[in-house]
């Protein structure tokens, strides 16, 4: 299993704190540079992690999401 994986479970298991419930968040993993991911493997390094909830990119694809939960409502909706 890639170590991102490995660290994010871990990080979310020891600081539920940093994933609050009823946000939106993500993750970025910062590899370092001799990790076997750039040659296609599986993540062998000890990455970077920096957890953003509610970050502009969070609330934009929480925007998308809720975008298409009125689409298939309406969908839904012209069907019946
Ligand atoms: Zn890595």
């Given at each position: 299993?890639?170590?991102?994986?490995?660290?994010?479970a871990k990080l979310h298991r020891d600081r539920p704190?940093?994933?609050p419930a009823g946000t939106l968040g993500d993750v970025?993993?910062?590899q370092d540079d001799p990790c076997a991911i750039f040659q296609g493997g599986e993540c062998n390094c000890d990455p970077d992690l920096v957890v953003n909830t509610d970050s502009d990119e969070a609330a934009r694809v929480k925007r998308m999401v809720d975008s298409a939960a009125k689409f298939a409502t309406i969908i839904r909706s012209k069907r019946q």
């Open positions: 299993m890639h170590n991102y994986l490995i660290k994010l704190d940093m994933f970025g993993f910062y």
